[in-house]
């Protein structure tokens, strides 16, 4: 059974690969708690100086939540499967090295979220971005709030409505990718400026970074247990786990 993410090390940066490529390296309670698992070892460790996460295949980087968690999902599930993301986005956004996106393909809903808490964001031209999920019934909390801390309010409230795909000239234009590059190019491109990063002097980096986080978590404690509330609403509805089963059945 292959795994579900790939942990890679070379020399002082670590490589983090969602590796579901059948599915665009959606995401399931494997990889969340996977995640945190690298991040944890990293922590305690302390050998490397940059992390760079990247999807396998040529299509996505992350299409975000597996849809097949929600065919016959209930309420009593939500505040684990809302930790589990919260945990994650913690521990990516919270560490003191820093985190680089090689955004191969897609990035959408979850998957956009993560790659908006990374320190650099690399792309191509033929990438799509957005905050789906209410493309599918599912209600948009913790994304908004994400959107919000990095490219504003403004920003935020249109791509959470709309649920539409932003391709990568427009998200260089929007500052939610910080390169766009050819195609071929983003993971070479991606290990230089982890390189340059990483030999930055390094307590420096690291009391940056730790500044940033604090500054960054401001409302994130409320916003998850908005979160909470509001996707109990919705599953409570039953459009999420319908809209869910008529996308898979096609």
């Known amino acids: 059974m292959k795994d579900n993410i790939i942990f890679e090390k070379k020399d002082s940066i670590g490589i983090i690969t969602f590796n579901r490529e059948n599915v665009l390296?959606?995401?399931?309670?494997?990889?969340?708690?996977?995640?945190?698992?690298?991040?944890?070892?990293?922590?305690?460790?302390?050998?490397?100086?940059?992390?760079?996460f990247t999807g396998s295949g040529n299509k996505a980087f992350c299409a975000g939540q597996d849809l097949n968690e929600f065919k016959d999902f209930d309420k009593n599930k939500i505040d684990s499967w809302i930790d589990e993301f919260k945990n994650v986005y913690t521990a990516v956004r919270s560490a003191e090295i820093p985190v680089i996106s090689a955004i191969n393909g897609a990035a959408v809903g979850s998957g956009f979220q993560l790659t908006l808490l990374t320190d650099i964001r690399v792309s191509h031209k033929g990438a799509k971005f957005?905050?789906?999920?209410?493309?599918?019934?599912?209600?948009?909390?913790?994304?908004?709030?994400?959107?919000?801390?990095v490219l504003g309010l403004?920003?935020?409230?249109?791509?959470?409505?709309?649920?539409?795909?932003?391709?990568?000239?427009?998200?260089?234009?929007?500052?939610?990718?910080?390169?766009?590059?050819n195609k071929n190019e983003v993971m070479g491109f991606s290990m230089k400026i982890?390189?340059?990063?990483?030999?930055?002097?390094?307590?420096?980096m690291k009391f940056t970074k730790r500044r940033l986080w604090e500054n960054f978590k401001s409302g994130m404690e409320e916003t998850f247990e908005s979160a909470k509330k509001y996707h109990k609403l919705s599953f409570?509805?039953?459009?999420?786990?319908?809209?869910?089963?008529?996308?898979?059945?096609?």
């Open 194 to 204: 982890a390189k340059e990063l990483s030999e930055k002097p390094e307590k420096a």
């Open 25 to 52: 390296n959606a995401w399931n309670k494997e990889m969340r708690l996977k995640i945190c698992d690298i991040f944890d070892e990293i922590k305690n460790k302390n050998n490397l100086k940059a992390i760079i």
């Open 130 to 149: 957005g905050q789906v999920e209410i493309n599918s019934g599912v209600v948009s909390v913790i994304g908004p709030w994400i959107i919000t801390k």
């Open 236 to 250: 409570q509805s039953g459009e999420p786990q319908k809209i869910s089963k008529n996308f898979l059945n096609k």
């Open 154 to 181: 403004s920003k935020a409230i249109e791509l959470t409505l709309t649920g539409r795909l932003v391709m990568g000239e427009e998200a260089y234009k929007n500052e939610i990718i910080h390169h766009l590059i």
